[in-house]
């Protein structure tokens, strides 16, 4: 968002900056993070340590999915009046999450990325030049390919969609 509103030369230096990717949490380690939010927030039976397991698998490495998920699956059980979380409220709430974290990161694109998301949504699976094409089409001042591709990178990063192949041969396609 910082960078979108630059002169198309000066976001092109900085944008090719190193960028850092942090891994992915292990399943123990997301484990001891709902702990931690489980001893702080929740009464300590309102679940288990196999509950917590089933969300850190859910939640697949990403620690703000697992926090997501617990936190809507104890709002759900306080709503419900349950004393504890059980497993089909667990599950309920992983697509809720799931659809929630979308969302925001969809919220978060400036106005030539929602273009870009929503011709990939449109398309099940698009090469980059019909991609910049139907892009360019759609907005008033298309930015450069190499811009487009920086959009493209950022929406990776927020898991909204997946690059496929190598650089001729890449296509663009919504996340599972």
Not at 131 to 158: C, G, W
Request: no cysteine; glycine share 4%; net charge neutral.
């Amino acid at each position: 968002d910082l960078f979108a509103t630059l002169d198309d030369r000066l976001n092109s230096r900085l944008s090719s900056s190193a960028r850092i990717r942090f891994g992915q949490y292990h399943d123990h380690e997301l484990v001891a993070i709902l702990e931690d939010r489980v001893r702080w927030g929740l009464s300590d039976d309102a679940i288990d340590r196999d509950a917590l397991a089933v969300i850190a698998d859910a939640a697949a490495g990403d620690a703000r999915a697992a926090i997501g998920i617990l936190r809507n699956a104890a709002q759900t059980a306080t709503r419900d009046s349950l004393d504890k979380i059980p497993l089909d409220v667990i599950e309920r709430a992983v697509p809720e999450t799931k659809s929630e974290i979308q969302q925001k990161n969809v919220e978060k694109l400036n106005e030539h990325q929602k273009v870009l998301y929503e011709i990939i949504t449109e398309t099940e699976e698009i090469g980059p030049k019909k991609l910049y094409s139907k892009y360019a089409d759609r907005v008033s001042d298309p930015k450069t390919k190499r811009m487009m591709r920086n959009y493209l990178q950022k929406m990776e990063h927020y898991n909204l969609i997946e690059a496929r192949g190598a650089t001729r041969g890449r296509t663009y396609r919504l996340n599972d």
